[in-house]
């Protein structure tokens, strides 16, 4: 089944600064790829996803890339701010049905 | 509030004690989804309705666990005799499946399950 690796596990940046935290997933048939955001005993809210036909996405200071061949993709958030403070999940689709999260990245942002 | 939602935001429960959680998922969404997270790890697939159809259940979901979606709309998660290793925070998400396509989950808040 699908195996997805994130990397780091904690990440402080400075105020302003850009945070890149990076995903690897094992089965090369998943085809979507979303990260969401958890901030202390909240839910995860979805703030971006991707899916294999696209290489980049961005939204705003949020963008996401996708290499297939290597199997990985990545958040990338620049200017970030203090409110970008919170654990962030990458997943991937097994079965085009059931997400796979990755173990989550602490991101702290320091003003 | 047009989100996923769900009941109880809290359960505190004595072990061998059941329980029951109830989510109700954006109206329009045929797919309904049971997580169990727990502290300092990412959401782990349970199960998964296509409307009222339970189509996949995961190797963690044991036999003291049930999920239903009767008519479709929302859904139960039950769990019989509970042990002290279920306390986790259990989510819901709910997205819409058109043509094949995997469309975009939507959590609810969670119950907070604390088994004592």
């Known amino acids: 089944g699908e195996n997805v690796e994130q990397h780091p596990s904690t990440l402080s940046v400075q105020e302003g600064d850009s945070a890149v935290i990076k995903c690897t997933y094992s089965?090369?048939?998943?085809?979507?790829f979303p990260w969401y955001k958890q901030e202390l005993g909240k839910r995860p809210q979805l703030i971006i996803d991707?899916?294999?036909?696209?290489g980049e996405k961005k939204d705003q200071r949020i963008a996401v890339t996708l290499n297939k061949t290597a199997k990985h993709f990545s958040l990338h958030i620049t200017e970030t701010q203090p409110e970008d403070s919170a654990v962030y999940f990458c997943?991937?689709?097994?079965?085009?049905?059931?997400?796979?999260f990755g173990q989550g990245t602490r991101l702290t942002i320091n003003p | 509030d047009t989100g996923v939602s769900q009941n109880p935001r809290h359960k505190i429960t004595k072990r061998g004690q059941n329980v029951t959680f109830r989510c109700d998922p954006i109206?329009?969404?045929?797919?309904l989804y049971w997580y169990r997270q727990t502290l300092g790890q990412g959401p782990e697939f349970l199960t998964y309705?296509?409307?009222?159809?339970?189509?996949?259940k995961s190797r963690l979901l044991s036999d003291r666990f049930s999920a239903e979606r009767p008519k479709g709309s929302f859904s139960t998660l039950e769990i019989q005799r509970t042990e002290q290793g279920d306390s986790a925070m259990y989510l819901c998400?709910?997205?819409?499946?058109?043509?094949?396509?995997?469309?975009?989950?939507?959590f609810g808040p969670g119950t907070r399950l604390t088994v004592t």
């Open positions: 998400a709910s997205s819409l499946a058109w043509q094949g396509l995997t469309g975009e989950q939507y």
């Open positions: 089965d090369s048939a998943s085809n979507y």
């Open positions: 991707i899916r294999s036909n696209v």
């Open positions: 997943a991937g689709i097994q079965g085009a049905q059931k997400l796979v």
């Open positions: 109206s329009e969404h045929n797919r």
């Open positions: 309705f296509q409307n009222e159809a339970q189509l996949e």
